[in-house]
């Protein structure tokens, strides 16, 4: 089995700073910031790299990058790396359309973040590796409690997302629907751990909004675990994730939500401690509507009239996400 080199780094960024990081040779942010030093004007992302074994991180926008000098030295395969594709003109038959999310920080209080990531952190025999129904398993590293909705903690999240459904849908131009459920997964993402590009909506499952909240103690102890939010290409009836996408960062006690038919992506994390308490925490929340909806009901549970946005609520035109 071949030992995994680590990367001593000097990466210097506009404006004359320099900053010393080491990475693992297989680091998904080493291919990154090599190809935007190498096709330079082909999208702008935001990278935070671990320094001092992950108690402080390194954050920039792949624009800043001038120079990197690496030891032992790197050779990047930029042939194999995919390039933004060529933006799709919109047509009759065919046509690219932007992804739809909302993001709102500050979602919880400070003590109801607090109570949700201590239960995580007490709840470690609990996780289980994370499994899909409908991919290769490859798609997937992580753990997960599926019955996490089940739990007091589960609730709190679920009735206050049962609040904020009617902002969702006139937010999304979508008519308010009865509500069947709410289910609600907690996940741990470790190092190296990913979930590769996927949709969450299926034909015999009716998720129709996708609602991730993340938790993490401070300083945090990873790097890396975005979120990416696709575009789609659209041709009649079918759709497919294009190479473009928006990208926002897990940052704690931040929600975000977006139709389940979205495609998108959790990136892999970087955890150099390799410690559970240092993981990527997160907890995946989906609002079904119902197979047999209550013609004396209006929507949800409840009449629920709320026309002001709170101030925190926001959308993807907002600073919630970093456009690539």
């Given amino acids: ?27 998904p942010e080493l291919l990154t ?26 954050s920039f926008q792949t624009s800043q990058l001038v120079s990197i000098m690496s030891e032992p030295p ?36 400070p003590q109801e973040h607090n109570e949700l990531l201590a239960f995580a952190l007490m709840s470690e025999e609990q996780f289980e590796a994370g499994t899909v129904t409908t ?6 590293q992580n753990l997960v409690i599926l019955r996490f909705g089940e739990t007091v903690h589960g609730r709190l999240i679920q009735n206050r997302l049962l609040v904020w459904f009617p902002l969702f849908a006139k937010t999304f131009a979508m008519p308010v629907f009865p509500l069947g459920s709410v289910e609600s997964h907690l996940t741990a993402a470790g190092d190296g751990q990913y979930f590769k590009v996927h949709c969450d909506d299926a034909p015999d499952i009716l998720r129709v909004f996708s609602c991730v909240y993340y938790m993490h103690r401070e300083p945090r102890g990873f790097a890396g675990g975005e979120l990416r939010l696709y575009d789609s290409i659209e041709e009649g009836n079918s759709r497919r994730p294009a190479e473009t996408f928006t990208a926002v960062e897990p940052v704690a006690n931040r929600m975000v939500v977006f139709p389940s038919k979205e495609f998108h992506e959790a990136r892999p994390v970087r955890c150099p401690s390799k410690e559970f308490a240092d993981r990527r925490f997160a907890i995946t929340s989906w609002l079904h509507s119902s197979m047999h909806p209550d013609p004396e009901a209006t929507f949800g549970w409840g009449h629920f009239r709320c026309g002001v946005v709170a101030p925190q609520f926001f959308t993807s035109q907002g600073s919630g996400g970093s456009k690539s």
């Fill in 33 to 58: 910031i090599f190809t935007a030093l190498s096709t330079p004007g082909t999208g702008n992302q935001f990278v935070q790299l671990p320094l001092d074994g992950g108690k402080a991180a390194c």
């Fill in 74 to 109: 790197v050779l990047m395969e930029f042939n194999k790396v995919p390039v933004a594709a060529t933006p799709v003109q919109p047509s009759q038959a065919t046509q690219l359309r932007r992804p739809r999310f909302v993001v709102i920080d500050d979602f919880l209080s």
């Fill in 135 to 140: 991919y290769e398993p490859e798609i997937r």
């Fill in 1 to 27: 089995m071949t030992t995994l080199r680590d990367i001593q780094l000097k990466i210097r960024l506009a404006g004359g700073h320099e900053h010393a990081v080491t990475l693992r040779e297989d680091a």
